[in-house]
């Protein structure tokens, strides 16, 4: 008891310091400062008067969004005396293989850079930087020769280094039991049971209302899809995060989806953060990165070759463009197990006061990267605010897909969690695949590593990641994927 007094009190005081460094709080200590040229503030009541106040204005309401946010994103408190690595990644051996990959990345990335004589970063000439501007709304049409570009790595890069990954206190598969050695992880993390997710995800239940489902059914409407819409409105009228959350575990009807994804990730567009884009986009005209290129080659692979993608090209670019050069991203890695790379100034190679985090956001794009904004791009025609939903949508669920640990949503436990599954409910499939030399993960794994992007239809895509924000987690997808295999 005592402890989780201790855990509550940390959380409140790192969610309450986190907030003091926001927008918000500047906006709430004006709003406290208008409340008190009211008559109906008193002295004598005012701590009571000005919360009254917040509550009549709608204050009090943004500021649960905020703290619920928080709340959904913040990790659990860890020891006051546990290191600051803990927190990014509680296991040794994880943190080792996440570094010895980020140097293989890195490698990979400076290897490019020599080989073609192209700097890591440069000034665009003014000429280059009018013709930019001029062409941002059209950087589709563009054909830059990218032929000497080739991505990073790839999702089956990714996975060889997931199933070479090792526990080094278990010896020979030491306590493993025998289910483990016949998937390709070979790690021992604690994954859901069947019924656990049968009580986790309780609302996809067969006897629980889905739209996507019982919509597309020979069941009324009136039954089930009329009234999750007004309750859908209802919730949207009450501006409450919490309340969205829960109620798109259902899934979220078409005409409200964007705006309750927005409301769940607590994204507003004020004009603050219009000019934030803008600060962006002028980074993005004034210089030239290597990884620009890497964007352009992606989208070109992936996205612009996709029947339901390709008409977002331009925004794709956009977004991601302006993408790398946020440095708010930087602030996930408190707790993702990767760090941001760095880059050095020339001839100051390993000093730190020379250092720079490049790209500037700490994320060198991938192959398949792009294709984790080209849904939204459905829901969402204004660039700025496209932009803020796939930022949320990355530094709360998306980086777990490209990164070594040992996070419940992380995705080695998602593939350990498939593969359990499986061969455990499934296992004449899983044993005929072994058998025939195709390993169910190696099918799979690049669906999962895009959160099933570009591999199902996107009404199907945007009803899945409904269910990802409902639950906040990533669960989902290996759950979905035994059914899809």
Same mark, same amino acid.
């Given at each position: 008891?005592?402890?989780?007094?201790?855990?509550?009190?940390?959380?409140?005081?790192?969610?309450?310091?986190?907030?003091?460094?926001?927008?918000?709080? $500047?906006?709430?200590?004006?709003? $406290?400062?208008?409340?008190?040229?009211?008559?109906?503030?008193?002295?004598?009541?005012?701590?009571?008067?000005?919360?009254?106040?917040?509550?009549? =204005?709608?204050?009090?309401?943004?500021?649960?969004? $905020?703290?619920?946010?928080?709340?959904?994103?913040? *990790?659990?408190?860890?020891?006051?005396?546990?290191?600051?690595?803990?927190?990014?990644?509680?296991?040794?051996?994880?943190?080792?293989?996440?570094?010895?990959?980020?140097?293989?990345?890195?490698?990979?990335?400076?290897?490019?850079?020599?080989?073609?004589?192209?700097?890591?970063?440069?000034?665009?000439?003014?000429?280059?930087?009018?013709?930019?501007?001029?062409?941002?709304?059209?950087?589709?049409?563009?054909?830059?020769?990218?032929?000497?570009?080739?991505?990073?790595?790839?999702?089956?890069?990714?996975?060889?280094?997931?199933?070479?990954?090792?526990?080094?206190?278990?010896?020979?598969?030491?306590?493993?039991?025998?289910?483990?050695?016949?998937?390709?992880?070979?790690?021992?993390?604690?994954?859901?049971?069947?019924?656990?997710?049968?009580?986790?995800?309780?609302?996809?239940?067969?006897?629980?209302?889905?739209?996507?489902?019982?919509?597309? =059914?020979?069941?009324?409407?009136?039954?089930?899809?009329?009234?999750?819409?007004?309750?859908?409105?209802?919730?949207?009228?009450?501006?409450?995060?919490?309340?969205?959350?829960?109620?798109?575990?259902?899934?979220?009807?078409?005409?409200?989806?964007?705006?309750?994804?927005?409301?769940?990730?607590?994204?507003?567009?004020?004009?603050?953060?219009?000019?934030?884009?803008?600060?962006?986009?002028?980074?993005?005209?004034?210089?030239?990165?290597?990884?620009?290129?890497?964007?352009?080659?992606?989208?070109?692979?992936?996205?612009?070759?996709?029947?339901?993608?390709?008409?977002?090209?331009?925004?794709?670019?956009?977004?991601?463009?302006?993408?790398?050069?946020? =440095? $708010?991203?930087?602030?996930?890695?408190?707790?993702?197990?990767?760090? *941001?790379?760095?880059? &050095?100034?020339?001839?100051?190679?390993?000093?730190?006061?020379?250092?720079?985090? &490049?790209?500037?956001?700490?994320?060198?794009?991938?192959?398949?990267?792009?294709?984790?904004?080209?849904?939204?791009?459905?829901?969402?025609?204004?660039?700025?605010?496209?932009?803020?939903?796939?930022?949320?949508?990355?530094?709360?669920?998306?980086?777990?897909?490209?990164?070594?640990?040992?996070?419940?949503?992380?995705?080695?436990?998602?593939?350990?969690?498939?593969?359990?599954?499986?061969?455990?409910?499934?296992?004449?499939?899983?044993?005929?695949?072994?058998?025939?030399?195709?390993?169910?993960?190696?099918?799979?794994?690049?669906?999962?590593?895009?959160?099933?992007?570009?591999?199902?239809?996107?009404?199907?895509?945007?009803?899945?990641?409904?269910?990802?924000?409902?639950?906040?987690?990533?669960?989902?997808?290996?759950?979905?994927? *035994?059914?899809?295999?």
């Amino acid at each position: 008891m005592l402890q989780e007094e201790e855990d509550l009190s940390l959380t409140i005081a790192q969610i309450v310091q986190k907030l003091k460094g926001s927008r918000l709080y $500047a906006q709430l200590e004006r709003q $406290a400062w208008v409340s008190l040229q009211k008559p109906e503030i008193k002295l004598e009541t005012l701590k009571e008067d000005i919360k009254e106040f917040f509550r009549i =204005t709608g204050w009090e309401k943004k500021l649960h969004n $905020a703290v619920y946010s928080e709340l959904t994103v913040f *990790p659990l408190p860890r020891h006051p005396a546990a290191p600051p690595e803990h927190l990014k990644e509680p296991l040794v051996y994880m943190r080792k293989a996440q570094g010895s990959w980020e140097k293989r990345i890195l490698k990979s990335l400076n290897s490019m850079c020599t080989e073609l004589s192209i700097p890591l970063a440069r000034k665009r000439p003014v000429v280059e930087q009018k013709e930019l501007l001029n062409k941002w709304n059209e950087m589709g049409t563009d054909e830059p020769d990218l032929s000497l570009f080739r991505p990073v790595y790839a999702p089956k890069d990714f996975l060889e280094v997931l199933i070479n990954l090792r526990n080094p206190n278990y010896e020979n598969g030491e306590h493993l039991n025998f289910k483990t050695h016949l998937g390709l992880i070979q790690v021992p993390l604690k994954v859901k049971y069947i019924s656990e997710l049968k009580e986790f995800f309780v609302e996809l239940s067969l006897n629980t209302g889905q739209l996507g489902i019982d919509d597309a =059914t020979q069941v009324p409407p009136e039954l089930f899809e009329n009234e999750h819409v007004r309750l859908g409105q209802k919730v949207l009228a009450e501006q409450d995060s919490a309340a969205a959350q829960q109620y798109i575990r259902q899934g979220s009807p078409t005409a409200l989806r964007a705006e309750l994804w927005a409301l769940i990730l607590n994204v507003s567009n004020q004009p603050e953060d219009l000019l934030y884009y803008e600060q962006l986009k002028s980074n993005v005209i004034q210089h030239d990165l290597l990884v620009d290129s890497l964007i352009y080659k992606d989208v070109k692979l992936t996205a612009s070759n996709d029947d339901y993608y390709f008409v977002f090209e331009d925004y794709l670019y956009q977004v991601l463009l302006c993408f790398s050069r946020d =440095t $708010a991203v930087l602030g996930h890695f408190a707790y993702n197990s990767a760090s *941001p790379p760095k880059s &050095y100034i020339r001839g100051k190679l390993g000093m730190e006061d020379y250092a720079v985090f &490049y790209p500037p956001n700490g994320v060198i794009p991938f192959h398949g990267f792009s294709m984790y904004v080209a849904p939204l791009c459905f829901l969402y025609h204004e660039p700025s605010k496209l932009y803020q939903i796939f930022r949320e949508m990355y530094v709360r669920f998306f980086f777990r897909l490209h990164s070594i640990s040992s996070h419940h949503s992380g995705i080695v436990s998602l593939c350990l969690l498939f593969e359990t599954l499986l061969q455990t409910h499934l296992p004449q499939l899983f044993y005929h695949l072994r058998e025939i030399g195709a390993q169910p993960l190696r099918i799979s794994f690049k669906w999962m590593v895009r959160a099933f992007s570009g591999y199902l239809a996107t009404d199907q895509l945007l009803l899945l990641w409904d269910r990802i924000l409902g639950y906040n987690s990533l669960e989902i997808l290996a759950v979905l994927r *035994p059914r899809v295999a």
